[in-house]
């Protein structure tokens, strides 16, 4: 292990990353000084590592000593919890009585003249309704208090199985006391029935689990580890001493402290940073002056399609609200379309209830810092904000005031645009002998400093919202409440003066029209960007003798800075990251420094931009390698349970655990080389195994091709040429479409209409060769007609998968 240039020692180091260990020794174990003895680590806090003098007398090797803490999984501890009994019985009585105290079937139709109603009126209608629905399910349902112990349970373990298990015990203590042949021989045949009907319910009941929650990838995981009794199957508590009170000090304060650093970082002197920007910016021509009440159809397609998740402030639970929806589709229509018409937020919508959540397993419980605060806002509430941004979205698309190089919250938009984007003008940058540098700005808890008066001023007269609308907005933001929900205890309820509701579906919209600004002031000078909500980069190419260009990139830094200071929002430096892209030459001759307030910051030869893993030279290998040990420690987990799935089930954890982070931005991956891609294929392929059972040594493709996956390297064509048909379509972001040109011959041609693209050169290095803008025209013209001439999105789909297929598989 001391042999740097060694290849073993290269190649077990890379297979020990790729499925997560950790190598604990750094110093030589042998008494010819090698590193022969390692202590390998995998979920396990390893400290105090020693290596002791080698003694002669009893080995040639070193007394090495390690302390490591185990948790005992065993302990059962108690748990107490309300729930109530909502059986059919008590349903049906709840519909029986709920019409008498909610009458009135929904309107037709949803008049202004029906819900020109006060604030007060909007109040009472919403609490009556909520105290109505509260008072009838306590009354058929109440609440009673349970307390268990936190131990294995098995409900696939039914009435029939126990009286089965009975039988099987009956029959060996006879077979025991007499010893008789025929005793034995019906025990083991009893036992027999016992073990299929207990694994066939078993594997019924996860198979069940699965299907409701195949789109639910934290409850799977959490399965899944419960099963394989993982070691972050224990759920950290928060410890009693804890209260919530201390969480809501502590998240408070926190606020309060940023927005009072970032105030004390505004300059005294010269212009506002906003002051230039108001002229640049795009205005509405067309004012939002109101919202429009719904039908009722509308509410319940959004009440049915949303998730069945209740707050602790819910009346009643989703699932049973959505079954009564047309019994009080009146009182919820009368509680959305009063707030649009009266430009008024009720106020029993405007509280949260927060829940502490560790970071991570690993931290300290005991530490406040190590927890973020979970709002959750009730169901009816976030019905009325999916309206109000629906209405907001077709007005800010309409009059085309959305920025263009934001990527969050966006339709057609994600990280995979974005990071696509960004990539490809690396590439090109690197193609015409040009180093990148790339900063990736860090913000402090940017949604709860944002300044709601900023943010008004902002909304009328930038965005163009005005009367009820605009009161609308005033209303939400104003007299929100919070309190933290910790040990069955809830705090005091604590005033939120600032930021937007991060539980919320308003709040990521409402936070990226806060930043609106910013773009411009990047733009003045001269700086490419992109943003996905609160995540900021900034790249500029030159030439590396061109050190005027890192002043400028310093320049708008600092005003950027500025901006945000006088906007309550925190540049955090300490978190800011920067590299530099490029052939390795040109790298080496500039200045791998640029000063932010006063701190140098340093290039880094790695960074993690929007979940993927980024390296000097564009290779991705880094990446490669953390989805290789994230995928591995998943496959593994669903290799220990694979007995007891059916193949669907098992097939569907692979999809969620395995398939989702091969394919996630993997168009990136384009024009990769094969052997960059090897390990993912790996991954692939040891899927392929744990799901169908085969031995190591037998031929993958044709377990492949019968499971219908396409292999790595054709997955990634697929979702390449995908987005190129969507960016012809009109489906994807601008930024993109300006990367793809459709071939137009300057003399008539038989290929004009062939639907081909313009393949640009690349002149240098084999980095442009990779970009977006090439790969996707060079594949896209390499398709047959029928496949490109797709009338839609699911027919191209398909076309092309039975291309690729046949390609793959030489079929």
């Not at 199957?233 to 606020?255: A, C, N, Q, W, Y």
């Not at 030439?543 to 005003?559: A, H, M, R, S």
Request: charged share 20%.
């Amino acid at each position: 292990m001391d042999v740097i240039n060694d290849s073993f020692r290269n190649g077990f180091i890379s297979l020990l990353e790729s499925v997560g260990f950790l190598q604990q020794i750094n110093q030589p174990t042998h008494s010819f000084n090698h590193t022969l003895d390692l202590v390998l680590t995998y979920g396990v806090e390893v400290e105090h590592v020693s290596v002791f003098p080698q003694n002669p007398v009893l080995s040639d090797h070193s007394l090495i000593t390690f302390t490591f803490m185990i948790k005992d999984s065993s302990m059962l501890r108690t748990k107490s919890y309300y729930s109530r009994c909502l059986s059919d019985n008590a349903v049906a009585k709840f519909k029986e009585v709920i019409p008498v105290l909610i009458p009135g079937p929904p309107r037709v139709s949803p008049g202004i003249n029906h819900y020109n109603l006060s604030p007060a009126e909007v109040d009472s209608i919403a609490e009556g309704a909520a105290t109505s629905l509260r008072i009838t399910l306590d009354s058929v349902a109440p609440l009673k208090k349970k307390i268990v112990n936190q131990r294995r349970c098995a409900p696939w373990y039914t009435s029939h199985i126990r009286t089965l298990k009975q039988k099987v015990r009956r029959l060996e203590r006879k077979w025991h006391s007499c010893k008789i042949d025929s005793y034995h021989v019906a025990w083991k045949d009893c036992l027999l029935v016992y073990k299929k009907a207990l694994r066939k319910a078993r594997t019924a009941y996860f198979s069940s689990l699965i299907e409701e929650n195949k789109n639910n990838p934290r409850f799977l995981f959490s399965t899944v580890v419960k099963l394989t009794k993982s070691h972050s199957v224990l759920d950290p508590r928060i410890p009693s001493s804890l209260s919530g009170e201390d969480f809501m000090s502590f998240f408070t304060d926190k606020v309060l402290a940023i927005r009072e650093k970032a105030n004390q970082a505004i300059p005294t002197t010269g212009p506002s940073p906003d002051v230039p920007t108001v002229g640049t910016c795009r205005v509405s021509n067309e004012p939002l002056s109101s919202f429009s009440p719904i039908y009722f159809s509308e509410a319940s397609s959004l009440i049915q399609k949303s998730k069945t998740t209740t707050c602790l402030l819910d009346p009643i639970p989703t699932h049973l609200l959505k079954d009564v929806l047309p019994l009080i589709g009146s009182s919820i229509l009368d509680q959305i379309n009063g707030s649009l018409v009266s430009g008024y937020v009720p106020r029993s919508y405007k509280v949260a209830v927060i829940k502490p959540l560790l970071k991570k397993p690993s931290l300290d419980p005991d530490v406040l810092a190590n927890y973020r605060p979970i709002s959750n806002l009730p169901f009816i509430s976030k019905v009325l904000e999916k309206v109000v941004v629906t209405q907001l979205l077709e007005h800010l698309q309409r009059n085309s005031l959305f920025e263009m190089f934001q990527s969050g919250f966006r339709a057609h938009h994600s990280t995979e645009t974005a990071l696509l984007k960004v990539t490809n003008d690396l590439l090109i940058a690197s193609d015409h002998g040009l180093v990148s540098m790339l900063v990736l700005l860090d913000l402090s808890a940017a949604f709860d400093t944002v300044d709601h008066s900023i943010l008004l001023q902002r909304l009328e007269h930038v965005i163009g919202i005005k009367g009820t609308a605009l009161d609308w907005f005033r209303s939400y933001l104003s007299d929100r409440y919070q309190f933290a929900h910790v040990h069955g205890v809830p705090s005091s309820y604590s005033r939120v003066s600032h930021g937007v509701p991060q539980g919320s579906v308003l709040g990521p919209i409402l936070f990226t029209l806060y930043m609106l600004p910013l773009g411009n002031i990047i733009r003045q000078h001269g700086i490419n960007f992109h943003c996905y909500a609160d995540d900021t980069q900034l790249y500029l190419s030159m030439k590396p003798e061109e050190t005027e260009k890192l002043v400028k990139l310093q320049t708008c830094l600092k005003d950027i800075k500025s901006w945000m200071s006088s906007n309550f929002l925190l540049l955090n430096p300490g978190k800011t990251e920067v590299m530099v892209f490029g052939p390795e030459p040109l790298r080496d001759r500039l200045d791998h420094m640029i000063t932010l307030d006063g701190i140098s910051l340093t290039s880094s030869l790695s960074v993690r931009n929007l979940g993927v893993t980024f390296d000097q030279n564009l290779s991705f290998n880094s990446h490669i390698k953390l989805v290789s040990r994230s995928a591995f420690f998943h496959l593994r987990n669903i290799s220990k349970i694979r007995k007891l799935l059916m193949q669907p089930d098992a097939e569907k954890l692979v999809h969620a655990f395995v398939t989702s982070r091969l394919d996630y931005c993997n168009s990136l991956l384009s024009g990769c080389p094969n052997n960059s891609l090897r390990s993912l294929q790996l991954i692939q392929n040891a899927a392929a195994r744990v799901l169908t059972g085969i031995d190591k040594r037998d031929h993958i493709s044709p377990v492949l091709a019968s499971l219908h996956w396409l292999p790595v390297k054709f997955r990634i064509t697929f979702k390449t040429l995908l987005l190129t048909y969507k960016v012809l379509r009109g489906l994807a972001p601008s930024y993109l479409e300006e990367l793809v040109i459709p071939y137009q011959p300057n003399r008539p041609l038989r290929s004009q209409n062939a639907g081909l693209l313009v393949v640009p050169r690349v002149s240098r290095s084999r980095m442009g060769g990779r970009a977006f803008s090439y790969q996707a025209p060079l594949l896209w013209n390499q398709l047959p007609v029928q496949v490109r001439e797709a009338d839609s999105i699911a027919t191209f789909k398909i076309r092309l998968k039975t291309y690729l297929f046949e390609k793959a598989y030489c079929y």
